[in-house]
């Protein structure tokens, strides 16, 4: 049993005796209040993890959770468990140590999700909200901000910021629902239905590899992957940002109103006033004085319709947490798409080394949630060379996790085989100019996404690992699935 210090109500130890004391021989720190906790874990804040504990322990950490258990044995002296119990016991505070990065534009980061206890279907099934594993487990968090600095050692990151998390109450309105969705489809026997997709701020992650993390659950023989509670990576970058780099976001909704309303019903109720009304008309209303066929009209129609005129989207407090992004879509008069969609250029360097898991593009639709803004074209033909351009409204969507673990798979494996293998590039002359040509996967390829190029023009041109160069290429999901999506 480690040795201990109980710290008075009243917080008069020198914290640097204390450091001087611990670090020649680990003690085991209680504290009476969460103002001592506090107090004592800022103390951390400059040094790095090298100088919080003897670094042979660091040396030896290999997982994930690994600096988390660091800080938890050597900065504050408690044997590492698994239990469902918060580590500060006494107080109900569970501690988490977590990374954030700085990006090239200078903004910082979360660099993960953080994840929190493993969900155990059986139990988890049969119990409220308040009396769930989660809430037990998290309902006040003692975070550990750490900068995450490339090619350098892990006891050379820096811990930049503490924090004890209570959830605000908008905070918590919105997950709560969000563990109602997860547990939802526990109780219905769809635990291997669940998707991070499905939820805002509070994600159920995997937990573990393959075969060998699968768990029963209950009302339903199939296995399911083992899970964890996680705060979304957008969530944890919001608190980085709000917190260390003192940003600003701004709410269009409050606790009240969430009480009784998901995000989803309240993004509709913003919008349906104006569905119907043409582009030039919603213009305006709303005194957007701008080309509404330039890409600024999107962003400047979403934000006035919410009651928040000019923020940026990336400010707006919501979308920012649950990692929300827009996209327009023009139907033809048929009910379908325009054109395809298309998302972010390929970076081949960096797919031939991912394994599926761990992949962008799965990432990237696993973990986003997009509101699509919705136009329409009501005649065929052009009328005085225009035609006018009408709303049709919003949808907030995700992608099923079987689409992601079938089709968009089903894609990544397809390319990574060719850029192994058996990536064709030709080039046919017509009417005078070189046209690029291959053999990815086309519209025709699975029905949901394919690969086509997105570039300035023909020279526009990417390095691929084996040297050779390829006109820019992005994933695109087909316009018939935007067209099924939309029903």
């Given at each position: 049993?480690?040795?201990?210090?109980?710290?008075?109500?009243?917080?008069?130890?020198?914290?640097?005796?204390?450091?001087?004391?611990?670090?020649?021989?680990?003690?085991?720190?209680?504290?009476?209040?969460?103002?001592?906790?506090?107090?004592?874990?800022?103390?951390?804040?400059?040094?790095?993890?090298?100088?919080?504990?003897?670094?042979?322990?660091?040396?030896?950490?290999?997982?994930?959770?690994?600096?988390?258990?660091?800080?938890?044995?050597?900065?504050?002296?408690?044997?590492?468990?698994?239990?469902?119990?918060?580590?500060?016991?006494?107080?109900?505070?569970?501690?988490?140590?977590?990374?954030?990065?700085?990006?090239?534009?200078?903004?910082?980061?979360?660099?993960?999700?953080?994840?929190?206890?493993?969900?155990?279907?059986?139990?988890?099934?049969?119990?409220?909200?308040?009396?769930?594993?989660?809430?037990?487990?998290?309902?006040?968090?003692?975070?550990?901000?750490?900068?995450?600095?490339?090619?350098?050692?892990?006891?050379?990151?820096?811990?930049?910021?503490?924090?004890?998390?209570?959830?605000?109450?908008?905070?918590?309105?919105?997950?709560?629902?969000?563990?109602?969705?997860?547990?939802?489809?526990?109780?219905?026997?769809?635990?291997?239905?669940?998707?991070?997709?499905?939820?805002?701020?509070?994600?159920?992650?995997?937990?573990?590899?393959?075969?060998?993390?699968?768990?029963?659950?209950?009302?339903?023989?199939?296995?399911?992957?083992?899970?964890?509670?996680?705060?979304?990576?957008?969530?944890?970058?919001?608190?980085?940002?709000?917190?260390?780099?003192?940003?600003?976001?701004?709410?269009?909704?409050?606790?009240?109103?969430?009480?009784?309303?998901?995000?989803?019903?309240?993004?509709?109720?913003?919008?349906?006033?104006?569905?119907?009304?043409?582009?030039?008309?919603?213009?305006?209303?709303?005194?957007?004085?701008?080309?509404?066929?330039?890409?600024?009209?999107?962003?400047?129609?979403?934000?006035?319709?919410?009651?928040?005129?000019?923020?940026?989207?990336?400010?707006?407090?919501?979308?920012?947490?649950?990692?929300?992004?827009?996209?327009?879509?023009?139907?033809?008069?048929?009910?379908?798409?325009?054109?395809?969609?298309?998302?972010?250029?390929?970076?081949?360097?960096?797919?031939?080394?991912?394994?599926?898991?761990?992949?962008?593009?799965?990432?990237?639709?696993?973990?986003?949630?997009?509101?699509?803004?919705?136009?329409?074209?009501?005649?065929?033909?052009?009328?005085?060379?225009?035609?006018?351009?009408?709303?049709?409204?919003?949808?907030?969507?995700?992608?099923?996790?079987?689409?992601?673990?079938?089709?968009?798979?089903?894609?990544?494996?397809?390319?990574?085989?060719?850029?192994?293998?058996?990536?064709?590039?030709?080039?046919?002359?017509?009417?005078?100019?070189?046209?690029?040509?291959?053999?990815l996967p086309k519209s025709g390829f699975n029905g949901v996404a394919h690969i086509r190029p997105?570039?300035?023009?023909?020279?526009?041109?990417?390095?691929?690992?084996?040297?050779?160069?390829?006109?820019?290429?992005?994933?695109?999901?087909?316009?018939?699935?935007?067209?099924?999506?939309?029903?």
């Amino acid at each position: 049993m480690l040795p201990s210090i109980i710290l008075g109500s009243i917080f008069l130890i020198d914290y640097n005796e204390l450091v001087g004391n611990y670090l020649k021989d680990v003690i085991s720190v209680k504290f009476g209040t969460e103002e001592e906790l506090v107090a004592f874990s800022k103390g951390a804040v400059g040094k790095t993890f090298g100088q919080l504990g003897k670094s042979d322990r660091l040396l030896n950490l290999g997982n994930k959770g690994g600096l988390g258990q660091f800080i938890e044995e050597s900065y504050f002296g408690y044997e590492i468990n698994s239990q469902a119990r918060p580590d500060f016991e006494e107080l109900g505070v569970e501690l988490k140590v977590t990374p954030f990065k700085r990006n090239k534009n200078g903004s910082l980061s979360a660099k993960e999700r953080l994840v929190l206890n493993i969900i155990d279907y059986m139990k988890e099934a049969n119990t409220e909200f308040y009396s769930s594993s989660f809430w037990k487990k998290n309902e006040k968090l003692m975070l550990f901000f750490y900068e995450w600095i490339p090619d350098v050692n892990k006891e050379e990151y820096p811990i930049t910021y503490t924090m004890l998390h209570r959830f605000s109450t908008s905070d918590l309105e919105v997950i709560k629902k969000d563990w109602e969705t997860i547990v939802s489809k526990i109780r219905i026997g769809k635990a291997h239905e669940i998707s991070e997709g499905d939820t805002n701020y509070l994600g159920a992650c995997t937990k573990g590899a393959t075969k060998e993390s699968l768990r029963g659950q209950p009302f339903s023989n199939i296995k399911a992957m083992q899970r964890a509670y996680s705060l979304k990576q957008s969530y944890m970058t919001s608190l980085v940002r709000q917190n260390i780099y003192k940003e600003k976001l701004i709410s269009f909704t409050n606790a009240n109103e969430l009480k009784s309303k998901t995000l989803d019903n309240i993004l509709l109720d913003k919008f349906e006033p104006y569905m119907g009304q043409t582009d030039y008309e919603i213009a305006e209303k709303i005194g957007v004085n701008l080309n509404v066929k330039s890409k600024g009209f999107v962003p400047e129609l979403i934000s006035a319709l919410l009651g928040i005129k000019g923020t940026k989207l990336e400010k707006i407090e919501e979308f920012s947490k649950a990692n929300i992004q827009f996209k327009t879509i023009r139907l033809e008069p048929n009910g379908k798409p325009k054109e395809h969609m298309s998302f972010e250029t390929i970076k081949f360097d960096e797919l031939v080394n991912e394994e599926w898991e761990n992949s962008f593009i799965r990432y990237r639709f696993a973990e986003t949630k997009f509101l699509f803004v919705i136009f329409e074209y009501k005649e065929t033909v052009l009328q005085n060379s225009i035609r006018k351009l009408y709303f049709k409204g919003v949808k907030l969507w995700n992608m099923p996790i079987e689409t992601i673990e079938k089709e968009i798979k089903q894609l990544w494996v397809d390319l990574r085989e060719k850029l192994e293998k058996s990536l064709e590039i030709k080039y046919i002359e017509k009417g005078g100019k070189l046209i690029e040509s291959n053999n990815l996967p086309k519209s025709g390829f699975n029905g949901v996404a394919h690969i086509r190029p997105k570039a300035r023009d023909g020279s526009d041109k990417v390095l691929l690992p084996d040297g050779r160069r390829i006109t820019k290429q992005c994933y695109w999901l087909n316009n018939t699935y935007i067209k099924d999506i939309l029903g």
